[in-house]
């Protein structure tokens, strides 16, 4: 039954409402503080840390976790895309670098990315992750198109436990594959790839160093290569380790007795021998796998590494365009000027969350 209206401000005079806390923000105690900030959303931190040095020390000092962070541009345009374990959307598009890498570094600092996007090019861009003095945290990393020298500079600078990346190359007659190759984050991951690439020395590289360090059964990598040789020379410079070989496959011998490395080619009904990209896929295996246990088809493995492979040779999609364009290094939709008039801000999946 409602009270009745007019003896509800006497009510209201009775209650004894209690403060949670009788003192003021800055009287609080570091660690109520911190417990505060870490149940705080993206805006709320990035607001609290401009009040103040302390704020911002202690804001700065709290991991975030992302589902996703896409950090993307070229030198006249630079976007910010993050999503939230929570189901949101954040996205931001700067004019400005200054503006943007000083929000970027702030996001590299606190995230904890389940899947980190990588596609940034220009002068701007290297002086930013040559000068940022942290570690990036990610379980995945992506990079699509963007400039080596900020790849390398990137995985130099990841905290050890990635377990997947990914390289889409750009200008793959300078990829630097030894320099990549020797960074613990890669060799120690469970899986990687390289696609663009136009050197024959990836297989026989790889395989080397998994042996010299031990690698794990599973340990996975994969490249396209747009180059003739790489399994001869595979060959050539593992010759004494030999187990076994054929058109498709060759198996050798590591130092641990428990464990061989299997290269693959990706070869079938659309994927032809005299055809470019060359597919590979190499992996550490138990020494006890029989051949019959082979994985004979390379569909699900190619389509890792080149989604579209395996679409329609004379689509005209879009996407289809823009991969194409992309692997030759002369396009990127974040280069289109008519790209932002149209798509200024990135559309939410819950709700729009732009991050000013």
């Known amino acids: 039954m409602l009270p009745n209206l007019e003896k509800v401000p006497k009510m209201i005079e009775k209650l004894s409402i209690k403060p949670v806390y009788d003192t003021n923000w800055c009287d609080m105690p570091k660690n109520v503080k911190l417990l505060c900030i870490d149940s705080l959303e993206l805006k709320p931190r990035l607001s609290l840390r401009c009040t103040a040095k302390a704020e911002r020390s202690l804001v700065d000092s709290q991991k975030f976790d992302f589902y996703e962070g ?17 189901g949101r959307k954040y996205s931001k598009m700067f004019g400005n670098p200054t503006e943007a890498f000083k929000l970027m570094k702030f996001i590299w600092k606190i995230g904890v990315f389940k899947n980190l996007y990588i596609s940034l090019k220009g002068p701007a861009a290297k002086k930013e992750f040559k000068g940022y003095d942290g570690l990036f945290k990610a379980e ?10 900020i790849v390398a500079t990137v995985l130099r600078k990841m905290k050890q436990g990635v377990e997947s990346i990914t390289i889409e190359a750009n200008e793959p007659k300078d990829f630097p594959f ?3 190759l020797e960074m613990s984050p890669v060799h120690n991951s469970r899986y990687w790839h390289v696609q663009n ?11 080397q160093i998994w042996i010299d360090k031990s690698s794990k059964i599973g340990s996975t990598f994969q490249v396209a290569i747009y180059n003739d040789g790489s399994f001869d020379k595979f060959l050539e410079h593992l010759d004494d380790r030999i187990v076994s070989k054929n058109e498709k496959r060759a198996r050798i011998r590591t130092n641990k007795p428990d464990r061989h490395i299997l290269l693959e080619r990706g070869l079938d009904e659309v994927v032809g021998i005299d055809d470019f990209p060359q597919y590979f896929r190499l992996k550490v295996i138990s020494a006890k796998m029989k051949e019959s246990e082979y994985d004979d088809g390379c569909k699900e493995w190619i389509s890792k590494i080149d989604s579209e492979c395996y679409e329609e040779s004379d689509s005209e999609d879009f ?14 939709h974040y280069d289109d000027d008519k790209y932002f008039r149209d798509y200024g ?7 729009d969350d732009d991050l000013n």
């Open 140 to 149: 995945k990393v992506n990079f699509d198109g963007s400039d080596n020298e």
């Open 70 to 86: 896409h950090f993307m541009g070229g030198s006249d345009h630079q976007i910010l895309e993050l999503h939230p374990e929570d």
């Open 197 to 207: 690439y136009e050197e024959t020395d990836s297989l026989y590289k790889v395989a």
């Open 178 to 180: 030894d320099q990549i």
């Open 319 to 332: 996407f289809s365009f823009e991969r194409i364009a992309n692997s030759h290094g002369f396009y990127h």
């Open 345 to 351: 801000v990135i559309i939410e999946h819950r709700r």
